[in-house]
């Protein structure tokens, strides 16, 4: 059947700042409390959202979430107003606050796994919310996605969206940043590959390993795909260590394409050979390997040139890698990509680089920032349209970011009580601008 590949993704909210929260994401620690720019974040992510939309792809958008968190706050004892919930948990609890303001839900990547419809079994696209239990500020995600992804797909008889995985470590789910799909084409049958740190109460790597092959086994499950078509991969432990906390630091597919880095996987001969077996019929893969002595794990991390979204862009024969300019910047990771678009018969045959800076200072790339959704034209049609992207919902967005986002968020300037005013009102304005209906955030709802 045919169908379309549409990345959503998601938008930066209002708080986007610093504060070092993730273990194990080297970008987060190295800039932690450095001053961030939510207004050119924003701006950098909707400049990549109407640049995909300029070549010819679909486009879509997920919305930020409430932050500063307030109604957590107060499950955890904090009273009051929501300026003076917000001014206590600053002076009080700082750790907790700066928990509390995250803007982490931009990197659309980990809010779900999607599983196609031409993959199910029950005809149906899944969509299972991540419960990204590893990292307290990210655990506070699950619900509000769970609503904005019931916005979207509302129809349940074409669309199966399921909330999180209880949220506990033998069951760390990170969502599609832990998860590739390979087929001939967005609507033919894929072979879905489930990439795992590692089991529950396995071993340990040094830095988090956030993805468990429990919580894998229970999201194919749940979305009914066919052992036949689902692979399970374990990441290698140097590449966790290196600062690949998830496989999309260190890997990305799209369509019959593996791009990956040498050291991705514990087992590389081992999955070729799975992926290889199970697309007899279906499509002949194709993996291209960056070799370490071209690319080392270091340059893949600090670069994120696997982080890029691998995309068709119609009319072209090879595919189009969208990478981070810091790509650009690193001589290996640069050289290799020139070589390999210039191969002849190339899989990957362009390249370009986007600019995302604010959101790569949180270890978020280009492909961090979007959740691909293969849709059927029957499914787009079923999906609230006000999501697309189109010019003027892109000229809406800038506008409404230039007229709410500070320039500047200084760590000194977050425990400002005025920053919760200032964010409720823009995202109640939001929620005028995308299908979101004026109870989508909890502070909407009190
Ligand atoms: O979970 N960074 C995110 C980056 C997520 C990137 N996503 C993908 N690879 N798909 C994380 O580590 C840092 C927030 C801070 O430190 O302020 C943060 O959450």
């Known amino acids: 059947m045919s169908a379309e590949e549409i990345n959503f993704d998601g938008l930066v909210g209002p708080t986007h700042n610093y504060a070092g929260l993730s273990e194990g994401n080297l970008a987060s620690a190295r800039n932690k409390d450095r001053i961030a720019r939510p207004r050119d974040a924003a701006l950098q992510g909707i400049a990549k959202m109407k640049r995909m939309r300029a070549m010819g792809l679909a486009q879509g958008v997920?919305?930020?979430?409430?932050?500063?968190?307030?109604?957590?706050?107060?499950?955890?004892?904090?009273?009051?107003?929501?300026?003076?919930?917000?001014?206590?948990?600053?002076?009080?609890?700082?750790t907790i606050a700066r928990t509390a303001l995250a803007a982490s839900a931009m990197w659309a990547a980990n809010a779900a796994t999607i599983s196609p419809s031409a993959d199910c079994a029950d005809g149906r696209l899944h969509a299972s919310v991540a419960n990204l239990q590893t990292m307290l500020h990210r655990l506070l995600e699950a619900e509000q996605t769970e609503r904005a992804l019931r916005r979207l797909m509302p129809d349940e008889a074409r669309f199966g969206v399921h909330g999180a995985l209880p949220p506990h470590d033998a069951l760390s789910d990170e969502g599609a940043a832990n998860?590739?799909?390979?087929?001939?084409?967005?609507?033919?049958?894929?072979?879905?590959?489930?990439?795992?740190?590692?089991?529950?109460?396995?071993?340990?790597?040094?830095?988090?390993?956030?993805?468990?092959?429990?919580?894998?086994r229970a999201v194919a499950r749940r979305h009914r795909l066919s052992d036949g078509r689902s692979v399970y991969a374990l990441q290698a432990a140097e590449a966790i260590d290196a600062g690949a906390f998830h496989n999309d630091v260190v890997a990305v597919a799209h369509e019959r394409v593996l791009f990956h880095h040498q050291d991705?996987?514990?087992?590389?001969?081992?999955?070729?050979?799975?992926?290889?077996?199970?697309?007899?019929?279906?499509?002949?893969?194709?993996?291209?390997?960056?070799?370490?002595?071209?690319?080392?794990?270091?340059?893949?991390?600090?670069?994120?040139?696997?982080?890029?979204?691998?995309?068709?862009?119609?009319?072209?024969?090879a595919l189009t890698l969208i990478a981070p300019s810091?790509?650009?910047?690193?001589?290996?990771?640069?050289?290799?990509?020139?070589?390999?678009?210039?191969?002849?018969?190339?899989?990957?045959?362009?390249?370009?680089?986007?600019?995302?800076r604010e959101s790569m200072r949180n270890g978020g790339g280009p492909a961090c920032l979007r959740l691909r959704i293969v849709m059927t034209a029957a499914e787009r049609a079923a999906a609230a349209p006000g999501f697309f992207l189109d010019?003027?919902?892109?000229?809406?967005?800038?506008?409404?970011?230039?007229?709410?986002?500070?320039?500047?968020?200084?760590?000194?300037?977050l425990g400002d009580p005025a920053l919760v005013d200032e964010t409720q009102v823009a995202l109640d304005e939001l929620t005028n601008i995308l299908p979101l209906g004026s109870d989508f955030y909890p502070f909407q709802r009190v």
């Not at 930020?64 to 109604?71: A, F, L, S, V, W």
């Not at 879905?192 to 590692?198: D, S």
């Not at 794990?297 to 691998?310: E, H, K, T």
Request: charge should be negative.
């Open 62 to 94: 997920l919305p930020p979430h409430e932050r500063p968190n307030i109604g957590w706050l107060r499950s955890l004892g904090f009273a009051g107003s929501d300026r003076e919930v917000w001014a206590r948990a600053w002076e009080t609890e700082p």
């Open 179 to 216: 998860h590739m799909r390979m087929a001939a084409s967005a609507g033919a049958p894929g072979i879905e590959i489930f990439v795992y740190g590692r089991e529950a109460h396995g071993a340990r790597t040094q830095f988090p390993a956030r993805q468990t092959l429990e919580a894998c």
């Open 264 to 317: 991705a996987f514990a087992d590389k001969a081992g999955l070729y050979a799975e992926v290889g077996t199970k697309a007899v019929g279906l499509f002949e893969p194709v993996f291209v390997e960056v070799p370490r002595a071209a690319v080392s794990l270091g340059d893949a991390v600090s670069s994120y040139l696997f982080n890029s979204q691998l995309v068709s862009v119609p009319g072209a024969k």
């Open 326 to 356: 810091e790509v650009r910047e690193n001589n290996r990771a640069s050289a290799f990509v020139r070589e390999m678009i210039a191969a002849p018969d190339a899989a990957i045959g362009a390249v370009e680089y986007v600019e995302v």
């Open 391 to 413: 010019d003027a919902l892109g000229r809406t967005l800038e506008a409404w970011v230039r007229k709410h986002y500070r320039e500047e968020l200084a760590p000194g300037d």
